[in-house]
Structure formats: C-alpha cells, structure tokens
C-alpha cells in the first residue's frame, strides 16, 4: 500500500474527513463543572439529546447544570415563535438555578434552519437580566474539543477591559486559555510562580463572574492545543499578545512551555532542566514498557501532536497521527518541536493525516501492525479482537495530563492495554476474529 510509507521529514496528508469523533456539544461535559456558576442550554434535536445521555454516562444522575431545548417539529416549521420558546426555558432556568451565565450551544438543526441565536440573546439577555453567551458548536463545523474553543472564544467577549488599577500598573500580565481541572490549573500556576511569574487569571475562570481583564497589555497562552480560534479572538477582537509555545503535555513539553513564557517575560528560569530530568527519572518502569514500541493515532480529539511528541520522546515509533483539524499557525511550536524531538532521537517522522479517513486507516492499520493503537470506541473492539491492542482516545480528554506531575498519567493510560495483554498473551486467544 503506497499511502503508509514511513518518511524522514514531517508529511502532512488530508484525507475524506470520514472518521468518527464525539460531538462539539459533549463540551458541556467538562466545562459546566469548570465554570461553577454556568449554565448550558444544547439547543437540538432528540439526536443531540441522545448523544449527550450516552456519552455522559452516569453524570445525567447527578443533576448536571446543562440541558436540552428539544427542537420540535413545530419549531423547525416555524409555527411556533422561537423567541417566546427560549424565553420561557431560559426563565425557568433562572427561576430553578439562578446561573451568573446562560451558555447556548448551536447545533446542526439551528444551523440549518438558520435560527438567529447570535440575535436573540442580547435582546433576551437584557430582558431576563442574566447573561446569554452563544456557541456554535455543532456537528457540521468542529470535532469534539473544538467545542470548548467555540465556547471561549464567545467568552472572550465577555471579558473585562480594564482593572481598575490598570492605568497605574500598565504592567504586563499573563493569562491562560483552557479549560483544566483546578488542581491542574493551581499546578501550572504554581510551576510558573516557581520562575517567578505571576498569572492574573485564567479563561475560563472557575466562576463566570471573575472571568479576566484582557488588553493590549495582557500576555495570553494556550493549555490546549484546539484553542485556534480563542487565540485569534483574543488577538484580533481583544488586542492580546499570543505566546506561541509547545503545550504543557508531558515533562519535555511542560518545560518547553515554562521556557517559552519565561523568555517572553524576560525571567531566566532556574531548575526546569533538572526537574524535567527527575520526572523522566521517576517514569523509567513505564518508558521501558513503551520503548521502541510503534503507535497509530487515528485521530479525534486534536490533541495527538503533543501525545505524539511525547510519546516519541519515550522512545515510541509514531507512524501516524490522524488529527480532526489541524492549525499549523496555532500549533507551529509543537509541530516544530515534534520534527526535532524526531531529529534527535533519529526516529522517522509521523505521517500527519488531517480529517482522516477510518476506512483507509483501518488498511494500514492492517498492513503496518502497530504495537498500539489509539482510536475511538467504535473501533477499538473490532481491532482488538483482530489482536492490535487499542487505547480509547477519549480517555486522554478527561485524564490530568497537562504539566510535570501528570505525565505519569500519560503513560498509565498508555501502557494499560500493553501491560494487560502481557498478562493475557499466554491464554493463546488473542486473534479472535479470521482474517
Ligand atoms: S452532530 Fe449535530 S445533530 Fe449530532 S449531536 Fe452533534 S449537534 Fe446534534
């Protein structure tokens, strides 16, 4: 098969776009439990409503600050006024849980029948007198996490211009992008006041109400990298200066990211070099599990240039990375720190596969037999059962992964397939289905 050849420099392919991913909307998952005084109305179809139920699992039970507007057919002919409709739930929201902030999330129903959101919030907004935030985060434009950079990049709007003592200060700050745990936030923050800088706040902020001031004096970074469009909101609408860095996953880009901002500030970090080493040190049972072993990304959450990167760096062979969408602007630091990392560890580069094609995927899966797989739910079975291990993608999505400490967690979840079918192989049954 001509397509999965192994190259020596960096190769960026694009493909049909058939592959499977979880939807945008699944973004409330996460971020209704990062901002604490939020509330998200999924405005769809039952199709959406079915997705979310599933993927979620057993949060629905606990009384999630999200919910659906279920779109009827009255709805779609227009025979019912959507205005009254959403003003009637978004009352009843406000009656039951008082939110800070009401986030609408577009789908591919209201996309198609063109309802104006982005027009009726602000009027519905100053006649509740509760803030209306709207994102597009359906079906037909993004992949997953590129649901939460729709929902920020909103945010940004809503963000303070000026602190009050700006004007004497005119200091330089730094802000954060992305949604993290807050104990992962509180790591970051704590490594960066290590060398000596000091985050004025983070987007989004645990509560809507503290969201940060943002102007031209303000420094912004990337946690994540399928933030494109937050990073060029906060440029383009807010005057912000982007710092382009590798994204803090896995100690070699953890350090990279704490060097990258320190430069921009000026600071001479102390002890990143010898920290890294440590927690490389403190990793060594798991590189050995993973060293010299080969890895296929299929590609669905964006975030597997810097899993590549570091896994690369832990002395894996990456034939592929599948990625949903891929902003060679944004995430220019990470694909050059990719092709270095490669560089120095004298490894062939990854074929990098924009909206890939599973089908064909599957092919060279066939024909290439990586030691590992990393792919969604709907494939991971069927590979298995084919004797490739797998490791399901969504899992690094939800995992602590960002920063020195977390790193750990990267490779556990790694090696769980490889240390469980270790156990396994003696059974002799690992090639369940004919070929
Ligand atoms: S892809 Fe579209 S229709 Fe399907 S769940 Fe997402 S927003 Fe709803």
């Known amino acids: 098969m001509k397509n999965s050849k192994i190259t020596n420099t960096l190769t960026f392919d694009c493909e049909t776009g058939n592959y499977h991913t979880f939807c945008p909307i699944s973004c409330v998952a996460w971020l209704y439990q990062k901002i604490e005084d939020s509330f998200f109305l999924v405005i769809g179809t039952k199709t959406c409503g079915y997705f979310l139920q599933n993927a979620l699992g057993v949060m629905i039970f606990a009384e999630p600050r999200y919910a659906m507007a279920e779109l009827e057919e009255p709805d779609i002919s227009a025979q019912l006024n959507d205005y009254k409709e959403l003003k009637r739930l978004c009352l009843q929201i406000k009656h039951d849980r008082n939110p800070s902030v009401i986030v609408w999330i577009g789908t591919c129903t209201t996309e198609i029948i063109k309802m104006d959101l982005e027009g009726m919030a602000p009027k519905l907004e100053a006649e509740i007198q509760t803030p209306i935030v709207v994102a597009r985060a359906n ?61 004025s706040g983070w987007l989004p902020s645990q509560r809507y109400v503290d969201l940060p001031v943002l102007n031209e004096t303000v420094y912004v970074c990337g946690v994540n990298p399928f933030l494109s469009r937050t990073a060029t909101t906060l440029m383009r609408r807010r005057k912000c200066k982007l710092i382009s860095a590798p994204f803090p996953i896995g100690p070699d880009g953890t350090r990279a990211w704490l060097e990258k901002i320190c430069d921009v500030f000026g600071v001479k970090p102390i002890g990143l070099v010898e920290r890294e080493n440590q927690i490389w040190e403190s990793l060594q049972d798991y590189i050995a599990l993973v060293r010299g072993k080969s890895v296929f990304f299929m590609g669905d959450n964006l975030l597997e240039i810097s899993l590549a990167r570091f896994l690369v760096r832990c002395g894996m062979i990456v034939y592929e990375i599948g990625i949903p969408y891929l902003d060679k602007r ?80 990267i490779l556990e979840l790694v090696t769980r397939p490889l240390r469980r079918n270790q156990a396994l192989q003696n059974l002799g049954w690992n090639q369940l289905v004919k070929s």
Request: net charge negative; charged share 20%; hydrophobic share 35%.
């Open 139 to 199: 079906g037909l434009d993004y992949a997953f996490t590129q649901g939460e950079d729709t929902v920020l990049s909103a945010m940004v709007q809503r963000c303070p211009t000026s602190s009050i003592n700006e004007k004497q200060e005119q200091k330089s700050s730094l802000v954060l992008f992305g949604s993290l745990p807050t104990n992962v936030a509180t790591q970051l923050n704590l490594e960066l006041e290590r060398c000596g800088i000091q985050v």
């Open 330 to 409: 944004f995430q220019a630091a990470e694909l050059d720190f990719l092709e270095k990392t490669c560089h120095q560890l004298n490894v062939s580069m990854p074929r990098i596969v924009e909206k890939p094609d599973n089908y064909n995927q599957v092919q060279r899966i066939r024909e290439l037999q990586p030691d590992l797989a990393i792919t969604g739910m709907a494939h991971a079975n069927p590979l298995e059962a084919r004797g490739i291990n797998t490791k399901w993608s969504v899992e690094f999505t939800f995992a602590q992964i960002h920063g020195f400490t977390n790193a750990r967690d």
